[in-house]
């Protein structure tokens, strides 16, 4: 059970206004545990004054969700065990939550396998990239866990629910290009490329209202289908004028314009 552990769990390093975020177990395919995810949520609280947040994992994996060599660890002592998993799932569902409260775009750079609850990691962030040689699988059934991370409060949202069962059931390994073309991740990367590649895309966005991207994270977020159309119409109506009238949105109005902004 004891391991040497790592100087720490999580690494922030700054590029410019980018807040790059690393999971660091890579000994343990970055598994999930208490103290990795309550690092990680203090430090996304750090990063309140970042344009964009991305997370990865240090090593060969994303993350292979929760520590299961911790979980076996307790398998006599079931008031520990129950314990442990509380911790584990509660801590991972704060994360989820402080991700998508962050004020800025987040992007989950898959960087290998993702295993477990660590899709919620994915799930949380605005955009998903996945290096080709990536994957995702569940393993709750062959572990018998039920599921975690989102699988059945954030995922059926992006493919359905029939799907979202069957996947749980069959347990299958889904490949980098298969998650992309389910709708899953948004963007692929030769792994030979992946930094390149991400990097990329953080130039795209740099040159956006970061703004705009979290105002539509809170609308869908606000979105309930019970809601009569008007409501929800309403709340975009209402988001639209708060950023209308902001001076940055006058700004760009005026750049994109050019000389015709001054003749009218």
């Not at 979980?71 to 065990?81: T, V, Y």
């Not at 948004?186 to 703004?211: E, I, M, R, W």
């Not at 991207?213 to 975009?236: G, M, Q, W, Y």
Request: hydrophobic share 45%; proline share 6%; with cysteine.
């Amino acid at each position: 059970m004891n391991e040497m552990p790592d100087i720490t769990p999580v690494i922030l390093d700054r590029d410019g206004d980018t807040a790059w975020i690393r999971l660091n177990r890579p000994g343990r395919g970055n598994a999930l545990t208490p103290e990795l995810l309550d690092a990680l949520t203090e430090t996304l609280s750090r990063c309140d004054d970042a344009r964009a947040v991305v997370l990865t994992g240090q090593g060969r994996a994303f993350s292979s969700g929760g520590d299961i060599r911790e979980f076996h660890a307790r398998a006599e002592n079931p008031a520990a065990l129950e314990a442990f998993g509380t911790a584990v799932v509660s801590a991972l569902n704060h994360t989820i939550l402080a991700l998508r409260a962050l004020p800025c775009p987040t992007v989950a750079a898959v960087n290998g396998p993702v295993t477990g609850g660590a899709i919620g990691l994915m799930l949380a962030c605005d955009i998903t990239v996945m290096s080709q040689d990536a994957f995702i699988q569940p393993y709750y059934a062959k572990m018998g866990f039920a599921p975690d991370g989102g699988w059945t409060a954030l995922l059926p949202e992006r493919i359905g629910t029939a799907r979202t069962a069957s996947w749980l059931a069959l347990d299958n390994r889904v490949s980098a290009l298969a998650a992309f073309e389910m709708g899953v991740a948004d963007k692929l990367y030769p792994a030979a490329d992946f930094t390149d590649g991400v990097q990329t895309l953080l130039a795209g966005l740099a040159s956006h209202d970061p703004v705009v991207a979290v105002t539509a994270r809170r609308l869908l977020e606000a979105r309930d289908v019970r809601d009569p159309l008007s409501t929800r119409l309403d709340r975009e109506l209402a988001a639209f004028t708060r950023l209308l009238i902001r001076p940055e949105t006058r700004e760009r109005m005026a750049a994109f314009l050019g000389p015709r902004a001054e003749a009218g």
